[in-house]
């Protein structure tokens, strides 16, 4: 007649119980108190036994001399990261003083155009609206400037999370606005002085 069948509850009961008696839980040593069981089912239910009565170790801390590698490395990042940051801010207010360079250059050539030209009412009117429409949408690019400049200022606590990823950001950002401002030179100062040419002749 084969070996009765034994399931794992039964195994982990009867190696407790040898436990606390101070006998080590063998697979003969369970097989004689349980009476019956292969030795290979037995060997089964012993290792997950030991493996669930094995005590739990606990993850040490980090050394400190990793820390202050850590800090070390995290400073010169933040560094960079600030270095570029001023960077593009610098690069977004040489950009801001151009743009505005330019339209005063364009209302000067507008008023010269005007006194050498005698431009007709019409014309005139015509004239203020196109400047008024590019002065809105210069004032369009700085309010989108202001507000690029203060997502860049509040994101300096996500970029101590991750550097890198506030890099990218900044970089995509930083091309943005700044196809954003050439479009806008172009359209004020090249198109515009172009129709006035075109008027002229």
């Given at each position: 007649?084969?070996?009765i069948?034994i ?11 040898l ?16 009476g ?9 239910y012993?290792?997950?036994w030991?493996v ?7 993850i ?29 801010k ?31 009412i ?33 994101s ?33 100062a ?6 006035v ?5």
């Open positions: 007649m084969g070996n069948g399931n794992e509850q039964q195994v982990f009961a009867a190696a407790d119980d436990v606390e008696k101070e006998i080590t839980p063998t697979i003969q040593a369970l097989r004689e108190k349980l019956t069981g292969s030795y290979a089912t037995i060997s089964k012993l290792a997950q030991r669930a009565r094995a005590p739990k170790q606990e040490p801390d980090v050394p400190s001399e990793f820390n202050s590698y850590i800090k070390k490395f995290w400073t010169i990042c933040y560094k960079e990261a600030s270095a570029k940051l001023e960077t593009e610098e690069a977004f207010r040489l950009e801001r003083i151009k743009l505005s360079e330019d339209r005063l250059e364009l209302h000067k050539i507008i008023q010269k155009l005007e006194e050498e030209c005698g431009l007709t019409t014309d005139k009117i015509r004239l203020e609206k196109k400047l008024e429409t590019a002065n809105q949408q210069i004032n369009q690019l700085n309010e989108e400037l202001i507000k690029t400049q203060t997502r860049l200022e509040a300096e606590q996500r970029r101590k999370e991750s550097a890198d990823r506030s890099d990218r950001l900044e970089q995509q950002l930083a091309s943005l606005i700044k196809d954003q401002l050439v479009t806008a030179n172009k359209l004020v090249t198109k515009e002085i172009s129709d040419q075109n008027h002229k002749s």
